[in-house]
């Protein structure tokens, strides 16, 4: 089958920049709430465990509504997605900056912007780039988009703790609406779907046909295990690795620095985890990546804390911090085709996203419980041990129906 014809609009690197661009600006801003913790937490009255409920509602939403998204995307194109999600994502910040309580905060933080982050993240954009690149490239695509996440990590933390100490967290959370508004004005170059060769039979396929196919799969079911620990890991240091490290009496400024410097060396590791997709077997690769992180996790823990050691483990674990979603949905598009990537990558997603819901709550939980987060680390690399062996079986060849892709 021969590929439609692509408009300039459509060329692949245009594709890829605005989906890239799309992912640092909501994944940027993102990355920043859990600077937003100190001020609001005082501010507003509640626990650090009603913060962290916020943020776990917001993972939960961004995870449940995630492969109905992905399938609207793949029905109608990501372009019409990535605006509606861009809208809702800007009025949850401006209801974040009214919230008066915590009941405010889950609804606003939680829930519209849990819900909006789906529409404005990898699952959508990644079907729109998969479908303008050539299999053997798919990965290392992926990884650019990915990177983007990190480029707005990078960017935006710094900025969003800048704000924060000169204006506060109302305004600064309209500042970061108007940021993640932009990406209505860039959905124009990830609109409408171009399908490209390598899916033999995708047009015979329906998605309740595509949603059988993979439920049967075991290998579908392993990378679902696999990315709850990816979110588990991301949700918990994100959210609270800023408040620890003030606890500890590094002080709370440190906490944007580690935060931008996951982000600076993730850009590297995205790509780099993204190429290695194309050239290795993306499931080794994936449980290589979960048994280092539980590496770098202990070693943070067993060495004396200092600023430097923090430091490092930023840089670490930014390296490893979302190479992850190129292999993932690398193995998801080379064993099903990319007909339905969102709607199928967006189940295994929803997966990370339990895992999110539980690494921001459940921290959260035992810190308030126990006044530190030794039990969170300790399940962190268990966690990470655990996702570093379920790869390993994974049976990653293309379903018969399809041609190798």
């Keep these: ?56 509602l917001q993972n939960l939403l961004f995870g449940l509504v995630q492969p109905f998204v992905g399938a609207l995307a793949d029905k109608h194109g990501a372009g019409r997605v990535v605006l509606g999600g861009a809208l809702l994502y800007a009025l949850g910040l401006i209801g974040a900056a009214f919230a008066t309580d915590a009941i405010g905060l889950h609804i606003s933080f939680g829930l519209l912007i849990g819900m909006a982050q789906s529409a404005t993240t990898f699952v959508v954009v990644l079907g729109a780039v998969g479908r303008v690149v050539s299999p053997e490239k798919r990965s290392s695509a992926f990884g650019i988009v990915t990177a983007g996440g990190s480029l707005g990590q990078f960017l935006v933390v710094p900025l969003a703790s800048m704000l924060l100490g000169d204006i506060g967290y109302h305004q600064t959370l309209w500042i970061m609406a108007g940021l993640v508004a932009l990406c209505g004005l860039l959905a124009i170059g990830v609109a409408g779907r ?41 949700a918990f240091i994100a959210t609270h690795l800023p408040a620890y490290l003030d606890d500890k009496g590094l ?8 935060l931008a410097l996951v982000g600076l060396f993730n850009i590297l590791g995205s790509y780099v985890f993204g190429r290695a997709g ?15 992180r539980s590496a770098v996790i202990a070693l943070f823990l067993f060495l004396p804390l200092s600023h430097a050691s923090a430091l490092v483990f930023a840089g670490a674990m930014g390296f490893l911090w979302l190479g992850t979603v190129p292999l993932t949905s690398g193995i998801v598009g080379r064993i099903f085709g990319i007909r339905y990537l969102s709607m199928l990558y967006g189940i295994v997603f929803l997966s990370h996203q339990l895992g999110s819901f539980f690494g921001a709550w459940m921290a959260g939980l035992i810190f308030d419980a126990t006044g530190s987060y030794n039990i969170a680390w300790g399940f962190s690399i ?5 996702a570093g062996l379920v790869h390993l079986p994974i049976a990653d060849a293309p379903v018969k129906r399809l041609e190798p892709a």
Aim: with cysteine; aromatic share 10%.
């Design 1 to 56: 089958m021969s590929s439609p014809a692509l408009s300039p609009m459509k060329r692949p690197w245009v594709v890829i920049a605005c989906a890239a661009f799309i992912v640092t600006l909501a994944m940027g801003v993102r990355q920043s709430f859990g600077l937003f913790l100190p001020q609001m937490s005082a501010d507003i009255g509640i626990s650090r465990s009603d913060f962290g409920l916020a943020m776990a």
């Design 194 to 234: 171009t399908d490209t060769p390598g899916t033999l039979q995708a047009e015979e396929q329906t998605a309740r046909e595509a949603l059988r196919e993979a439920a049967v799969h075991r290998g579908y079911w392993l990378l679902n295990a696999g990315f709850f620990v990816c979110g588990f890991h991301i």
């Design 251 to 258: 002080g709370i400024e440190i906490g944007a620095q580690v």
């Design 278 to 292: 194309d050239l290795l077997r993306q499931k080794y690769v994936l449980s290589a990546l979960y048994t280092a």
């Design 382 to 386: 268990a966690l990470g041990l655990f």
